[in-house]
């Protein structure tokens, strides 16, 4: 079974930075594309990047220039550099596949607080 265990949020004030790590186990990661969501309070959630098994990235247009994910595929870790930060980035991050890929049971995520 797939576990997906997310991990490095936490308090920051905006402009500041935070790298998110996520862990997956119980399959082969290297073969899988990858990406990170977030669920703010009483919304859905999104999309925010995603990276294939070449490391191709794609970021929804809010995080461009921002946010930075890749991974490493021997650590079989995929991760979020999330740099000026905005009080609109406050949310629960979560990684997994990409939907088209299908989803894996979701992890218990890590909370992102952007406040002064």
Do not use: H
Request: aromatic share 12%; proline share 4%; charged share 20%.
């Amino acid at each position: 079974q797939v576990q997906l265990v997310e991990s490095g949020g936490g308090l920051v004030r905006p402009g500041g930075s935070l790298r998110l790590f996520c862990v997956v186990s119980g399959t082969i990661f290297s073969v899988y594309p990858m990406a990170w969501y977030r669920q703010a309070p009483g919304k859905e959630r999104e999309l925010v990047a995603t990276i294939t098994n070449r490391a191709y990235a794609t970021y929804v247009d809010s995080v461009k220039g921002r946010f930075t994910i890749s991974r490493d595929n021997a650590k079989n870790t995929v991760y979020l550099e999330m740099n000026s930060l905005e009080p609109e980035d406050t949310a629960v991050y979560y990684c997994n596949r990409p939907r088209v890929s299908g989803w894996w049971g979701w992890g218990q995520g890590t909370q992102v607080t952007v406040s002064s």
